[in-house]
Structures are given as structure tokens and as C-alpha cells.
């Protein structure tokens, strides 16, 4: 089974199991990340964002004219940030390894 590793707001790395097919929101929502995903992976919205490892970045599909508009409205965006819903785990994407971005909300 491919494996993921998210990086908590916390800085502490969680490695859980990435099946094949499910998108990185699917895979957070299955072990419980805090990805929010409110549009439900419908493009509506920017609450399943994440940071993408660079190393990683490049090996992901480019993203489309639809999900760069809603990173634009992402609370956080870095050069490597995507929406959790357009990343649709494959094999060559076994040990992703994804950041959460700060919480919009500090203290």
C-alpha cells in the first residue's frame, strides 16, 4: 500500500497509508488530518489546501486554470502549494509528502 506523509501545523511528520485512486483530501479525511475540505473536492473553494514537498512538487500533473483560481483565495499560499482534492494518489506519488499550511486562525 502507498504510504504519505503529512506534516502537522505542528511540525510533526504522520505517515499513513495513501490508497491508490484517493485523492490526498480523501486520504487526510480517512486518517484524520485536519484538511477541511468544505466544496467536498468539487473546486469550490481552497480549504483542502496543502504545501507540497518540493522535492515532490514536480512530479505531480500541473495544476489546472480551475484550481489555480482557487489558490489564489488560499489563506498561506507558497510556491508549492496545491488543493488536497486535485491530487489523486498514485504509485509514482508513493511517499508524497505534504505540509499543512498555518492556521488562518493564530492564537
Not at 91 to 105: C, I, M, Q, T
Request: net charge negative; charged share 25%.
Amino acid at each position: 500500500m502507498p504510504k504519505m506523509i503529512f506534516v502537522e501545523r505542528n511540525g510533526q511528520p504522520r505517515e499513513v497509508e495513501a490508497p491508490l485512486g484517493l485523492s490526498v483530501l480523501e486520504v487526510a479525511h480517512k486518517h484524520g488530518v485536519d484538511i477541511e475540505g468544505a466544496c467536498e473536492g468539487s473546486l469550490a473553494c481552497s480549504t483542502c489546501h496543502v504545501i507540497v514537498a518540493a522535492e515532490w512538487y514536480g512530479k505531480l500533473k500541473p495544476a489546472a486554470e480551475e484550481e489555480e483560481d482557487m489558490l489564489d483565495v488560499a489563506f498561506g499560499l507558497q510556491k508549492t502549494s496545491r488543493l488536497g482534492c486535485q491530487i489523486v494518489m498514485t504509485e509514482a506519488l508513493d511517499g508524497l509528502v505534504v505540509n499543512l499550511p498555518p492556521s488562518k486562525k493564530a492564537g
